[in-house]
């Protein structure tokens, strides 16, 4: 999935989880928080790929062995400061990137791609981007099409729920 969907994946989550759990929409910290819990995976490891530290982009960050820790520590951290609103939303940021990144590869059959859940445990191969998924009167569907339909969905209801969450990078 493309970096910037993950910002939308992990708004539509948040907010999904703010209407249940809180009856309402996100507030400005959480969909903040959000937000950047779904984009760190990539600012983790497109960076330390691109140095050359790690094979492929999608490694340390994106392993599950490095999130449990990460999320375990986050959330005594929030809950030692009574702000466990916080950890629940940088939780459902985080990990809906992780999953978000996994059906393309189911979709297309590249279960080697799938590496990355328990990298370094596991071997992850180069990453072979984008998926054809079908074709519809001779044109090909990719996973492009389906990532651009996620991501106007939730940057259409980020912007209907009031633009949670801007005003904290604006300050």
Known sequence: MQPIVHLAVGYLCYAAVARWRYERV????????????AALPDLLDKPLAALGVVPVGRTVGH??????????????????SERETLALAFAVGYLSHLA????WHLLSG???????LLWPV?????YTGVKPLASVAGLEVTTLWLEAVIFLAGVALWWHDGRPGLARFWR
């Open 110 to 116: 590249d279960y080697d791609e799938l590496g990355f």
């Open 26 to 37: 996100p507030r400005d910290a959480p969909a903040a928080v959000a937000i950047v819990g």
């Open 122 to 126: 596991t071997h992850m191969p180069a």
């Open 63 to 80: 392993s599950l062995l490095f999130a449990i820790p990460l999320l375990a520590a986050v959330w005594l951290l929030a809950r030692a």
């Open 100 to 103: 978000s990144d996994v059906p």
